[in-house]
């Protein structure tokens, strides 16, 4: 563990940034989401390729406590972008 207030090492950067560029791509995805909806083909690619080529049809449960179903992905995918859990598997 380093100390307190000195800059990270070369490796914990290149872990930083790879975290951040990955959250701002999956916040940029939220933005095209909120901007188009669930039927813009782009936003049913990016979910395609989040499910390995299909969209899960019908509800979707989620390992989110208090919150554990959703009628559908969009519903679901709507939820983690609110929510800012862009990461939350189902």
Do not use: W
């Amino acid at each position: 563990a380093q100390q307190p207030g000195t800059p990270l090492s070369d490796q914990e950067y290149r872990q930083f940034f790879k975290f951040l560029r990955i959250t701002l791509q999956a916040s940029s995805a939220c933005h095209l989401r909120e901007l188009y909806g669930c039927q813009n083909s782009l936003v049913q690619t990016l979910d395609k390729y989040e499910n390995h080529g299909v969209i899960p049809q019908g509800p979707v449960c989620s390992e989110m406590p208090g919150n554990p179903f959703f009628p559908n992905f969009c519903t679901f995918s709507f939820y983690r972008c609110i929510k800012k859990k862009y990461f939350l598997k189902v």
